[in-house]
């Protein structure tokens, strides 16, 4: 069926170290997915997205890699900023119009 | 600002009282989305509507919850006798799907989201 998890609900970082978020997904015909930032009190705002005819994408401090055989997908973040403090949440959709959110993973940045 | 705004931000009700949420979404956008988010926990998709086309709802959507898009621009969600399992934030988002003729509508990822309604129900 559908669903998106992560490994770990948390992860801590020292302030400038690279940070990687993994999650996994379930549903094989999954052809899309993204990530999401939550600030605390805010909606979610979207990072970067992924098709499934790719395996990494790269953005601005920000890179995603899926890998389709384990169904696994991954957030990486470059210089590790405060600001980056949040929870951030994949998502996937299967070309339709339903995005289906994971449980999230809460990032802090030690200073 | 043209983001997508929602009202109230906070509602505290008590059990069984009607509430309304509103949501005005990005103006171009032919997409709307409402979601529920319980603490901890990621959005959970609750309905869809293509302009004024209600096209999905989800099984949380119980018949206590209606969703209305009149004209195809703002977007209300009531819940009627609210019970305690309720309380949550109710997320709207808004999108701009292309359609390409003979195909399914491909999804241009990215939801536009508001800041949230929070419900709490004592």
Redesign the interface.
Known sequence: GES?GLHLPTLSVQEGDNSIINCAYSNSASD?F?W?KQES??????II?IRSNMDKRQGQRVTVLLNKTVKHLSLQIAATQPGDSAVY?C?E?T??????????TRLFVKA | DTG?SQDPRHKITKRGQNVTFRCDPISEHN?L?W?RQTL??????LT?F?NEAQ??KSRLLSDRFSAERPKGSFSTLEIQRTEQGDSAMY?C?SSL?FWTSGS????T????????SRLTVL
Do not use: H, W
């Open positions: 998106v899309y993204i999401y009190g805010k909606g979610p705002q979207f997205d949440f998502a959709n070309g339709g119009f339903k995005t289906i959110f994971g449980a999230g | 997508v997409r989305y979601y901890g926990q990621g959005p959970e998709f869809y293509q096209l999905e997320l988002a799907g399914i509508p491909p999804n990822g990215e939801l536009f989201f508001g800041e949230g």
